[in-house]
Nanobody, 129 residues
Framework: VQLQASGGGLVQAGASLRLSCVAS????????WAWFRQAPGKERDFVAG????????LYGDSVKGRFGISSDNAGITTYLQMDNLKPEDTAVYYC???????????????????????WGQGTQVTVSS
């Protein structure tokens, strides 16, 4: 499966952005999704994850209350709504999926890189102060 992320950009602190990521190619129904981000000189960090059912979501501590992850009914597109952006949110944002099966629960949300199978190319988010 191929992932295409979009929606990044340059905004001022306090603004909002909505990232999207679409799965294409050999898709197999709904996916388990996650967003990670990597700032210059830092490790890639978990941002948010959502289960195939959409009922379970997880967030990194630094984005709780400001970011929201969702997926469409078909489960092949995920969104990351980012509100009240801060300069420390500046990073390249990556979407990732875990393909169905292999014992992963329908209501389980991922939060670790090893739990994901495919990654998008990343989209840059820059927040100015």
């Amino acid at each position: 499966v191929q992932l295409q992320a979009s929606g990044g950009g340059l905004v001022q602190a306090g603004a909002s952005l909505r990232l999207s990521c679409v799965a294409s190619g050999r898709t197999f129904g709904s996916y388990t999704w996650a967003w990670f981000r990597q700032a210059p000189g830092k490790e890639r960090d978990f941002v948010a994850g959502i289960s195939r059912s959409g009922r379970a979501v997880l967030y990194g501590d630094s984005v709780k209350g400001r970011f929201g992850i969702s997926s469409d009914n078909a489960g092949i597109t995920t969104y990351l709504q980012m509100d009240n952006l801060k300069p420390e949110d500046t990073a390249v944002y990556y979407c990732a999926v875990r393909e169905p099966g292999n014992g992963w629960g329908y209501d389980s949300a991922p939060s670790r890189e090893y739990q994901l199978d495919s990654w998008g190319q990343g989209t840059q988010v820059t927040v100015s102060s």
